[in-house]
């Protein structure tokens, strides 16, 4: 494993377990929190769901998605679809973004993403913005 890659993933991982402790000691705070790890466009809208008028109607700020691991994906080992409650496949978290989040989710870490916004945009990387969360 790359230097770079395992020291992001014990920061991570360090920031997760302090959230997890300091939660634990703040009874009044609701169950199910999260760290947001970082904020992207969901790439390949264009191929999917995302595309058709319809589904980008249904979707609002904050909604929850889903994440889900294609490590067979032939064109990226460290692929990440991103899926709607019902399965609707939305599209991808870009190929730049997704090394760490690949590595959590492979690692027994759930992750989810929240919706930041939403567009009707015709350039595909402007139509829907997530932020990818870790879940205590």
Known sequence: M???RFLSLTSIAALFLS???ARSQAPSQQAGSFVVLKKVPIAGTQY???MNPTTLSEIRMHDVLFLKREPTNKYDGDAIEICMRDGRKLGYIPRTDNDTPARLLDSGFKLRAHVASVS???DPWERIQIQIV???
């Open 19 to 21: 959230h997890r402790t």
């Open 48 to 50: 999917y769901e995302a």
């Open 120 to 122: 009707q945009s015709p």
């Open 2 to 4: 790359q230097r770079r």
């Open 134 to 136: 870790l879940v205590s």
